[in-house]
């Protein structure tokens, strides 16, 4: 079997305060396989920006340790540990462009840094520009650019060293939606065309669902759940998992909000044209009332879940259920559901 190009080991993180230690990290377990897009996602102060500060060790870890295509990273020299860490490039939320360079300038720097020649460096970058689409804006500075723009300057630059696995930390929190969707597009088509491992932490689901394989939710400094994407999205295991997925609503209407008896209908990938509830509703002559909804088409398959109030007459909500299991849907009681 091959080694997952990263792999976290028990890893802690503690930092002394005025106020005493703080634990940041506690009993880190995870492994990422190259090659994929591998999500880390959390609330605000749960973690995972230390917890991929200690992937790279710009912040070495208090206990545990992370392997680097099997090498141990606590056990690297200094010069070691710098190698390593040019096989990661980092993307941030504020970008972090020098602002006294152009952008071809910005992209050139890590390949300054390591020695590259000027020609050989400025040629690296301005093929980096064109694959982001800036090669126009080479001679720019970053105050004449749009947020996206300098990101993908930013994205260019993380590219200089040829890396392995590129970091991104919240690296669309700053942008607007369409703004995003186009960032995010940009980073599976890298991944894809370049086999650039890549790990994205983020507070918002959205960007999970968007472009990664497998997601880590990260609560109160440990590790909630890991899994594929679609199986955490179709059932997730831990409060903060279904807090994440479902929100606030969508948690009180699993709990049962109101009176009655509810079903979670859980949407694995029928065709998203088909109108299952339409065709419930019409079968079973029994009106359903829609607590909650959050599916997804993707790409055309309709992923996801919805708590549905039953008919209050037995037969009626009887008439459901039967229909439901006709049609082989998957479903679940959710009166109690805790959350």
């Not at 002394?16 to 009993?27: E, F, H, I, M």
């Not at 669902?209 to 400094?221: F, L, N, P």
């Not at 607590?291 to 879940?305: E, S």
């Not at 039953?310 to 009166?335: Q, T």
Request: hydrophobic content about 45%.
């Amino acid at each position: 079997m091959e080694t997952p190009i990263i792999q976290i080991k028990n890893l802690a993180k503690e930092f002394k305060t005025a106020n005493g230690p703080v634990r940041a990290l506690q009993d880190i377990n995870l492994e990422v396989s190259a090659g994929e897009i591998f999500g880390i996602i959390g609330l605000s102060g749960a973690g995972k920006s230390t917890l991929v500060r200690c992937i790279n060790y710009l912040e070495v870890p208090t206990e545990g340790d992370v392997l680097f295509e099997g090498q141990s990273m606590a056990a690297m020299t200094d010069a070691q540990r710098r190698a390593t860490r040019r096989s990661m490039g980092m993307i941030f939320q504020q970008f972090n462009l020098l602002a006294q360079r152009n952008v071809i300038r910005n992209v050139c720097f890590p390949l300054e840094l390591t020695g590259v020649p000027k020609k050989e460096a400025r040629e690296r970058a301005l093929e980096l520009l064109k694959m982001v689409g800036l090669e126009d804006r080479a001679q720019a500075y970053p105050a004449q650019l749009s947020g996206g723009q300098k990101q993908r300057v930013a994205i260019a630059r993380a590219l200089a060293t040829n890396p392995k696995v590129i970091l991104c930390d919240e690296a669309t929190s700053a942008l607007d939606p369409n703004t995003t969707k186009q960032i995010l597009e940009l980073l599976k088509e890298i991944n894809q065309t370049m086999g650039v491992t890549i790990i994205v932490i983020t507070h918002e689901m959205a960007v999970i669902e968007a472009i990664c394989d497998r997601v880590a939710i990260i609560d109160q400094s440990r590790i909630a759940e890991v899994g594929a994407v679609s199986e955490i999205f179709l059932n997730p295991q831990s409060a903060i998992g279904r807090k994440l997925i479902m929100g606030d609503a969508g948690e009180r209407a699993a709990g049962g909000a109101g009176s009655g008896r509810s079903i979670r209908i859980i949407f694995d990938g029928r065709e998203s044209a088909e109108p299952i509830i339409s065709n419930m509703v019409l079968a079973c002559k029994a009106p359903v009332n829609i607590m909650y909804a959050a599916t997804r088409d993707i790409q055309g398959k309709a992923m996801g879940q919805m708590v549905v109030q039953l008919p209050k007459d037995a037969d009626g909500a009887e008439r459901v259920i039967d229909y439901l299991e006709s049609i082989k849907i998957p479903y679940e009681e959710v009166n109690g559901y805790e959350a």
